[in-house]
């Protein structure tokens, strides 16, 4: 065991034990190999992006029973390194290179993606996990940042429109071997797309209904013409719209409503309007509120009740102190 303020060095060999998918995610680190405990770094090549882990299970049929991992040429026979090895639940220590390998075994391989295409009709081994994962391209992330800073700058100065910019720059991303047509496959999650899309139509069946105008109007006459507390309201009323419809949506409707109400009641409609700016853009109660919480909401493996325990506080706060601020910071009523 190592305390959390080691520093680490070049060549210091790490002993993990844990779960198969938390070391796949180590191994993304930059600058972190995996190796045997032999002391030979694992050398399947020098191109080490299209490796793959692997768990299995040797059968009864495997062809080096009782051999052990070294003078069974593993390596060599079946293009794959033996990272780990358990048996009946429990990690074998000791140098991989001299375990005999019994039926049961079950081996964590880094191998090529070959290796799985074969022992899915081999004898040898069960195939019970296959990770999937690519190591990242560490090497084309100065890339990857120049491509992200151009676009957001060509949308930002509004040279392209935003959609334009994202379609180049996801294109630029794949041209300059940044990522694979097959992980740019797997980045898209038709769940969460899906979700998006039903939160737009859910978004337009209140507008269109006349659900979403009946709240606003009738929360808002509850001032009683007092405009600090209209203020708030206000806030408050978009803010809960926003979590159920998206945040355009929520402004889209609200801003004609209070721009005829302050100027009917002969309000300064400026506060009014930052407040529809700041709690249309305070999304975080639920996933629904923004797109960006549904992109992370099934990844990231969270709950609806995550957002509502962690989003509420801060759209209190975020609340709170956009109406100290307006109240403090712009004269309510018309002069």
């Given at each position: 065991m190592v305390t959390p303020n080691e520093i680490l060095q070049d060549g210091d060999r790490l002993v993990f034990a844990g779960d198969t998918q938390a070391l796949s995610d180590l191994l993304r680190i930059n600058g972190i190999i995996a190796?045997?405990?032999?002391?030979?770094?694992?050398?399947?090549?020098?191109?080490?992006?299209?490796?793959?882990?692997v768990e299995v299970v040797v059968s009864p049929h495997f062809s080096a029973l009782g051999y052990n991992i070294r003078d069974a040429k593993f390596r060599d026979r079946y293009d794959a390194v033996v990272l780990a090895v358990a048996r009946h639940g429990e990690r074998l220590k000791g140098n991989?290179?001299?375990?005999r390998l019994e039926a049961g075994d079950?081996?964590?391989?880094?191998?090529?993606?070959?290796?799985?295409?074969?022992?899915?009709?081999?004898?040898?081994?069960?195939?019970i996990n296959d990770l999937d994962t690519v190591p990242p391209r560490h090497e084309r992330a100065y890339v990857s940042w120049a491509i992200l800073i151009g676009v957001v700058m060509a949308a930002g100065f509004d040279i392209i429109s935003m959609l334009n910019a994202a379609l180049i720059g996801a294109g630029l991303m794949l041209i300059t071997g940044c990522c694979s047509v097959s992980q740019a496959e797997k980045s898209l999650d038709l769940t969460i797309i899906i979700t998006i899309a039903a939160s737009f139509a859910l978004g337009v069946a209140l507008l269109n209904t006349g659900v979403a105008t009946f709240l606003a109007t009738n929360?808002?006459?509850?001032?009683?013409?007092i405009p600090w507390l209209m203020l708030i309201l206000i806030y408050t009323v978009v803010s809960l719209l926003t979590e159920i419809i998206t945040n355009n949506a929520t402004a889209?409707?609200?801003?004609?409503?209070?721009?005829?109400?302050?100027?009917?009641?002969?309000?300064?409609?400026?506060?009014?309007?930052?407040?529809?700016?700041?709690?249309?853009?305070?999304?975080?109660?639920?996933?629904l509120g923004y797109?960006?919480?549904?992109?992370?909401?099934?990844?990231?493996?969270?709950?609806?009740s995550d957002f509502l325990r962690v989003g509420i506080p801060m759209n209190l706060v975020i609340g709170i102190v956009t109406i100290c601020i307006l109240l403090i910071g712009w004269p309510l009523i018309q002069r």
């Open positions: 190796s045997t405990e032999n002391g030979h770094i694992n050398t399947l090549g020098t191109d080490r992006t299209e490796r793959r882990l991989l290179g001299t375990i079950t081996l964590l391989l880094e191998a090529r993606p070959a290796f799985v295409s074969r022992q899915r009709y081999s004898k040898d081994f069960l195939l929360i808002i006459d509850l001032s009683n013409g889209v409707l609200m801003l004609p409503i209070v721009l005829e109400i302050t100027e009917k009641a002969g309000l300064n409609n400026e506060p009014f309007v930052f407040a529809i700016m700041m709690a249309a853009s305070a999304s975080f109660a639920t996933p797109q960006t919480n549904l992109m992370v909401y099934g990844p990231g493996g969270y709950r609806f």
